[in-house]
Each structure stands twice: as C-alpha cells, then as structure tokens.
C-alpha cells in the first residue's frame, strides 16, 4: 500500500509539471487573431491550426489525469491515516516512527543472528577443538602402537637373527662331525678293507702252502710208488732171467745195475 501511494504521488508531480509546462507553451488569445491572418504560421510545428489543436487535447487531457490522481490521492490519504491533507508532520512522525520500529525489528533480528551465529561458531569451534583433542589422542595412540609394533618387531628380528645365528652355528658343528666322522668311518673302512686284505692274502698263501705241501706228499707218495714199482719190477724181471739162464740172468743183472748206477 504505501509503495502504490508514493508512487501515485511521483506520477501526480510528473503530471503537474507536464501540464504546468503545455499551458506555459500555448499562445494567448491576441497570438491566435493574428495567427489566422497567416502571421507566424511557418513557424509553427503543427502549423496555425494543428498546434493549438495538439496542446488544447494534450492539456485537457493531462489536466483530467491531474485531477483524478489528485483526488485518488486525497482519498487515499484520509483513509489511510484520517488525518488532515495539510498535517505533513504527524504523517512525518508516522513515517518516521514506523521506520524506527523496522529499524528496531531488523536490529533485534539482526542481533538475533548475530547471536545465533556466534553461537554455532562457537559449537564450531568447540567441536573443531574436540575433533583436535580426538585427533590429537588418536594419533597419540598409534604413534605408541607404531613404537610398540617397531621394539617388537625388533626385538623379534633380534631373535631371529639369534637364532638363525645358533642354527648356522649348529650345522655348522653338525657338518663337522659328519666330515670327522666320514673321515673316521674312510680310515675304518680303509683299515677294514686293508685288514680284509692282508687276510684274504693270509689265506691264499696258507692255501698255496697247502697244496704245495699236498703237491709234495703226492709227488713224494708217487716217487715212492714208483721206486717201488720199479723195485717190484726189477725184482719180477730179476726172478724172470733167473729162470731163464743163469749166466744171462747175471749179465742181466749187471747192465740193470750199470743202468741205475747211470740214472742215478
């Protein structure tokens, strides 16, 4: 309502001085006699007749705007404060105290926000410092379980390596009692086989001993054996030239004797 009724007002002072200035632009009555003589009508923009017509219906015509504005306005105006038309303080005042109570409204409503907004930036801020202290804790606590996690880790590397360190040491040791024990069983076995060898010579020469010996007792059996065939047999052919002859048995005798003696 009060935007409408300024703006009434501004088109009500543009109208006057629209109007004010077609009425100061027309002629008076002694212009218009010697205007229809012909004087001055090339110096008309409309022409003698046409200029006169122009403002004539352009002022009648602004004029009844003039009035139905200003009476829309005083209308307006006592019903809209009752008051007088020339009482411009009390609506001044009403303005003015109108203007003060937005004013005050718009100052509550602005400490209002200034407040709620000092209010969440301070739950902000609260909040952003616990989110820090939580943080801050947080990181706290895995930087102990990251320490705690590194000394275990080091500790079991530690171990580790201690052990590893007394197995290497352990097959080491094992490694060189295998090697010594390898060692004793080659020269064991070396002896065993050298032992085996000397035995199993042992034997063979006992046993070439052996058949040696048996070859000598054959051999000696046989020469006996033959001595006494050959015994047998000279006897047998001694009794056999014996019966024969005598003399021829002597004879037989002696070349048997030479032929032995010349064997022997």
């Given amino acids: 309502m009060d935007y409408a009724y300024s703006i009434l007002i501004v088109l009500d002072l543009i109208v006057a001085i629209i109007l004010a200035a077609f009425i100061l632009m027309q002629q008076g009555k002694g212009a218009s006699m010697g205007a229809s003589f012909g004087a ?21 015509i602004l004029a009844t705007v003039f009035a139905v504005l200003t009476i829309s306005l005083g209308y307006i105006t006592t019903h809209r404060s009752k008051l007088s038309s020339d009482d411009f303080s009390v609506i001044v005042a009403e303005d003015k105290k109108s203007a003060s109570a937005d004013e005050n ?15 969440a930036v301070d739950k902000a801020a609260e909040q952003a410092k616990a989110a820090y202290e939580d943080g801050k ?13 590194y000394e ?12 590893a360190k007394a197995a290497y040491e352990d097959g080491k040791q094992a490694v060189g009692n ?12 070396k002896q065993a086989v050298s ?5 199993v010579q042992n034997k063979v020469s006992e046993a070439v001993d052996q058949v040696n010996d048996k070859v000598a007792e054959v051999n000696k059996a046989v020469g006996e054996n033959v001595e006494a065939a050959k015994a047998s047999l000279n006897n047998a052919a001694d009794d056999v030239k014996k019966v024969v002859t005598p003399d021829s048995a002597e004879s037989v005798d002696k070349k048997e004797t030479n032929t032995t003696e010349t064997e022997k």
């Fill in 152 to 163: 275990d880790g080091k500790q079991a590397v530690g171990k580790a390596a201690e052990q």
């Fill in 137 to 149: 804790q947080t990181v706290g606590k895995a930087a102990e379980q990251a320490k705690a996690a």
């Fill in 105 to 119: 409204k718009a100052d509550t409503e602005k400490k209002s926000l200034t407040e709620k907004a000092g209010e």
């Fill in 40 to 60: 001055g009508a090339s110096n008309t923009l409309f022409g003698s007749v046409g200029s006169a017509n122009f403002f004539v219906k352009s002022t009648w």
């Fill in 178 to 189: 295998a090697t010594e024990q390898a060692k004793a069983a080659y020269e064991d076995g």
């Fill in 195 to 199: 032992d085996a060898a000397d035995s």
